[in-house]
């Protein structure tokens, strides 16, 4: 049976006659030539008119999309199109305009999805029609099992629905797709948002906004953001900005439960994507690594949102690896775990990365500085630590290491390991025994770098001279940069080709320590100024990397760095956005590009594909400048991704009709 908030309308169907006015009021006629004076914009629609409802406990809203919403004004603006983006939405128009536009305007279809009960999570690697996960499977692989688009029709894909999220923060959502529902997150400096869409006509189903306080940390003020949800059974649940963990009814958007997880005073947020297996919700903490606060992950009984065990990435006084710290620094050390986990199934162990110590100042905090900067694997049922790789002890240049770690057996010299293979921002592709965390290999995947490496047989990390700065002293030109070779957009693993693809950087940056530097509670403890610039005209390169040969074979390059999001797929295609607003489909095999368009906004959140009634789609989530601004704007070569504007959006795209 149909729920009833899943079955309300969005607006009334277009006639044949709507489709002709709207064009002709839209873009006007060339009486001269006859034609259209350039091809429509793609039809963009942000959040139906609401009815409010009581605030849930915790002050959150949910609110479904209105029955009757036929007046409802439609946003009109019009992304900018590549050349190519352009031709094929110009054939478009001509072939199907008025059958995208009817599916647009649809009202919302008829849904029931399923429970996602821990059996389903377990087996998502087999349902190539969902992506229940942030990573979509355990593995990290964000690999997709669909081929229906491929190499030899890629360039017939064309916009079917873009969904505006209606906020201001920095876009970097996973949209996750359970049996045609898609539940995506925004943010701004007032609330967290939550949305349920229809994910073949973009309808609104429901929307759930939590307001934040607004003396929140301030980290969160200068980039509030959040990558996405995790479900289980009939929950969807998120992290805050004001540190709480949230679950909420998956068919209404009413909340269920809410459990605070730290005070966010002292500078602790949300922003990763919970992880849930076994029945408990796993999630790291943010702040620690810029506000100094300890870093930990915490697990949550998944029907309560009760505490179930927390770990420190920072040791006590007296625990082992507390040697490792001077003094009381490791009160405000920070060690921040804001990336989602991998886990093991086999192994019962989660895989985590952990952030950079604080202050940014290493002078300020002697010592190794455990667990930071690490490898950590963590049992499921009793969070205790069961191994861990420190990549670089005593950090000096924000590189911390908290990237997803992907769980793949390797074949080296005819012997297979049981691994996990992390590319960081050291610039190094690192693979570790998952079993043990015994080191196995390092190798670069990025040439600018200077500041060391690791030993290519203990892993321990080796640092050249002169690339440290002192306190108060001239800035160091460093490679590669904090923003790192490759950050936190999760690179992809395609079982197909046994190559991961990393989006990569060539940079480096002019970096300094202020002369002096002390905690405030709540306030940024970083100490630093940077200054990001590239020799190479290409900053940004997708590297296609073979786990088994363990070497870089193709590359496809950017003039701006790639800090955007990465999708395989067994079609045999990679997908890959950009700052500057593009997503490009590249051949997984040889990097050959086969097909791009301009989102018109920074590509800053995750590349998904689903299916729904047979038929496959690319959902893309784009949008938050403010990173570009700040990060590139004194370097030229970069301008383009500088200037382009704020978006949160999400486009889907399919093969044409």
Same mark, same amino acid.
């Given at each position: 049976?149909?729920?009833?908030?899943?079955?309300?309308?969005?607006?009334?169907?277009?006639?044949?006659?709507?489709?002709?006015?709207?064009?002709?009021?839209?873009?006007?006629?060339?009486?001269?030539?006859?034609?259209?004076?350039?091809?429509?914009?793609?039809?963009?629609?942000?959040?139906?008119?609401?009815?409010?409802?009581?605030?849930?406990?915790?002050?959150? @809203?949910?609110?479904?999309?209105?029955?009757? &919403?036929?007046?409802?004004?439609?946003?009109?603006?019009?992304?900018?199109?590549?050349?190519?983006?352009?031709?094929?939405?110009?054939? *478009?128009?001509?072939?199907?305009?008025?059958?995208? *536009?009817?599916?647009?305007?649809?009202?919302?279809?008829?849904?029931?999805?399923?429970?996602?009960?821990?059996?389903?999570?377990?087996?998502?690697?087999?349902?190539?029609?969902?992506?229940?996960?942030?990573?979509?499977?355990?593995?990290?692989?964000?690999?997709?099992?669909?081929?229906?688009?491929?190499?030899?029709?890629?360039?017939?894909?064309?916009?079917?629905?873009?969904?505006?999220?209606?906020?201001?923060?920095?876009?970097?959502?996973?949209?996750?797709?359970?049996?045609?529902?898609?539940?995506?997150?925004?943010?701004?400096?007032?609330?967290?948002?939550?949305?349920?869409?229809?994910?073949?006509?973009?309808?609104?189903?429901?929307?759930?906004?939590?307001?934040?306080?607004?003396?929140?940390?301030?980290?969160?003020?200068?980039?509030?953001?959040?990558?996405?949800?995790?479900?289980?059974?009939?929950? &969807?649940? *998120?992290?805050?900005?004001?540190?709480?963990?949230?679950?909420?009814?998956?068919?209404?958007?009413?909340?269920?439960?809410?459990?605070?997880?730290?005070?966010?005073?002292?500078?602790?947020?949300?922003?990763?994507?919970?992880?849930?297996?076994?029945?408990?919700?796993?999630?790291?903490?943010?702040?620690?690594?810029?506000?100094?606060?300890?870093?930990?992950?915490?697990?949550?009984?998944?029907?309560?949102?009760?505490?179930?065990?927390?770990?420190?990435?920072?040791?006590?006084?007296? @625990?082992?690896?507390?040697?490792?710290?001077?003094?009381?620094?490791?009160?405000?050390?920070?060690?921040?775990?804001?990336?989602?986990?991998?886990?093991?199934?086999?192994?019962?162990?989660?895989?985590?990365?952990?952030?950079?110590?604080?202050?940014?100042?290493?002078?300020?905090?002697?010592?190794?500085?455990?667990?930071?900067?690490?490898?950590?694997?963590?049992?499921?049922?009793?969070?205790?630590?069961?191994?861990?790789?420190?990549? /670089?002890?005593?950090?000096?240049?924000?590189?911390?290491?908290?990237?997803?770690?992907?769980?793949?057996?390797?074949?080296?010299?005819?012997?297979?390991?049981?691994?996990?293979?992390?590319?960081?921002?050291?610039?190094?592709?690192?693979?570790?025994?998952?079993?043990?965390?015994?080191?196995?290999?390092?190798?670069?995947?990025?040439?600018?770098?200077?500041?060391?490496?690791?030993?290519?047989?203990?892993?321990?990390?080796?640092?050249?001279?002169?690339?440290?700065?002192?306190?108060?002293?001239?800035?160091?030109?460093?490679?590669?940069?904090?923003?790192?070779?490759?950050?936190?957009?999760?690179?992809?693993?395609?079982?197909?080709?046994?190559?991961?693809?990393?989006?990569?950087? @060539? *940079?480096?940056?002019?970096?300094?320590?202020?002369?002096?530097?002390?905690?405030?509670?709540?306030?940024?403890?970083?100490?630093?100024?940077?200054?990001?610039?590239?020799?190479?005209?290409?900053?940004?390169?997708?590297?296609?990397?073979?786990?088994?040969?363990?070497?870089? &074979?193709?590359?496809?390059?950017?003039?701006?760095?790639?800090?955007?999001?990465?999708?395989?797929?067994?079609?045999?295609?990679?997908?890959?956005?950009?700052?500057?607003?593009?997503?490009?489909?590249?051949?997984?095999?040889?990097?050959?590009? /086969?097909?791009?368009?301009?989102?018109?906004?920074?590509?800053?959140?995750?590349?998904?594909?689903?299916?729904?009634?047979?038929?496959?789609?690319?959902?893309?989530?784009?949008?938050?400048?403010?990173?570009?601004?700040?990060?590139?704007?004194?370097?030229?070569?970069?301008?383009?991704?500088?200037?382009?504007?704020?978006?949160?959006?999400?486009?889907?795209?399919?093969?044409?009709?």
């Amino acid at each position: 049976m149909v729920h009833d908030r899943l079955a309300v309308g969005m607006r009334r169907r277009a006639t044949a006659e709507d489709v002709v006015k709207r064009l002709g009021a839209r873009h006007g006629s060339d009486s001269t030539r006859g034609r259209l004076r350039r091809p429509p914009a793609v039809d963009i629609h942000p959040p139906p008119a609401i009815a409010s409802r009581a605030p849930d406990r915790g002050g959150g @809203e949910a609110q479904a999309a209105p029955a009757d &919403v036929s007046r409802r004004r439609r946003a009109q603006p019009q992304p900018n199109l590549t050349e190519m983006g352009m031709s094929l939405l110009a054939k *478009f128009v001509t072939a199907s305009l008025a059958l995208s *536009f009817i599916l647009a305007s649809a009202p919302a279809r008829a849904a029931d999805p399923r429970e996602v009960t821990d059996d389903r999570l377990l087996k998502a690697d087999t349902d190539g029609a969902n992506w229940l996960m942030y990573n979509r499977t355990y593995s990290g692989w964000r690999f997709s099992p669909l081929e229906q688009i491929n190499t030899s029709n890629v360039k017939k894909l064309v916009p079917k629905w873009i969904f505006a999220g209606g906020t201001l923060g920095d876009q970097q959502t996973t949209p996750i797709v359970n049996d045609g529902v898609m539940f995506t997150t925004s943010t701004s400096l007032t609330l967290n948002r939550v949305q349920a869409v229809d994910a073949v006509t973009g309808a609104l189903l429901w929307k759930h906004d939590r307001k934040i306080p607004e003396d929140v940390g301030a980290l969160v003020r200068v980039i509030p953001h959040n990558r996405g949800v995790a479900l289980h059974k009939n929950r &969807v649940i *998120f992290g805050t900005l004001d540190a709480h963990l949230v679950a909420l009814d998956a068919k209404t958007g009413k909340q269920a439960w809410e459990t605070k997880i730290a005070d966010y005073s002292d500078g602790y947020f949300m922003s990763a994507a919970p992880l849930v297996a076994k029945g408990k919700i796993v999630i790291g903490i943010a702040g620690p690594g810029e506000m100094g606060p300890r870093g930990f992950i915490e697990a949550f009984d998944a029907e309560t949102g009760k505490s179930q065990w927390r770990w420190y990435s920072i040791p006590a006084a007296g @625990e082992p690896g507390s040697e490792t710290w001077s003094a009381d620094t490791w009160k405000i050390g920070g060690g921040a775990v804001w990336h989602a986990g991998t886990y093991d199934p086999a192994t019962n162990l989660l895989y985590y990365g952990t952030g950079n110590p604080a202050p940014w100042i290493a002078d300020m905090r002697k010592g190794d500085n455990l667990y930071t900067m690490s490898a950590v694997a963590l049992d499921l049922d009793s969070g205790k630590l069961k191994w861990h790789f420190q990549y /670089l002890p005593n950090d000096a240049w924000d590189y911390d290491t908290m990237a997803e770690h992907h769980v793949i057996d390797v074949v080296r010299n005819g012997q297979t390991h049981k691994a996990v293979v992390q590319a960081n921002k050291l610039g190094f592709v690192y693979t570790l025994d998952r079993l043990t965390g015994k080191f196995l290999s390092a190798v670069p995947f990025v040439k600018s770098i200077n500041w060391g490496g690791p030993d290519p047989t203990t892993g321990k990390a080796t640092e050249n001279p002169g690339r440290r700065p002192t306190m108060g002293g001239p800035p160091v030109e460093v490679c590669p940069s904090l923003l790192g070779a490759t950050g936190w957009q999760p690179k992809v693993f395609n079982p197909k080709t046994g190559y991961m693809y990393i989006p990569a950087n @060539e *940079f480096c940056m002019r970096y300094a320590y202020v002369a002096d530097l002390t905690y405030k509670r709540g306030q940024l403890f970083t100490g630093v100024t940077t200054e990001h610039f590239s020799r190479s005209e290409q900053a940004g390169v997708l590297r296609a990397f073979d786990v088994n040969q363990n070497k870089a &074979v193709w590359e496809w390059s950017n003039r701006t760095p790639l800090i955007s999001h990465t999708l395989s797929t067994a079609g045999n295609l990679v997908f890959q956005g950009t700052a500057e607003g593009k997503v490009v489909a590249v051949d997984a095999k040889d990097g050959k590009e /086969l097909w791009s368009f301009n989102l018109g906004t920074p590509q800053s959140g995750g590349i998904i594909s689903y299916a729904v009634d047979g038929k496959q789609y690319v959902a893309v989530a784009a949008g938050g400048t403010l990173r570009s601004q700040v990060w590139f704007g004194k370097e030229p070569k970069w301008a383009e991704a500088a200037r382009v504007n704020y978006g949160d959006i999400i486009v889907v795209f399919g093969l044409a009709d």
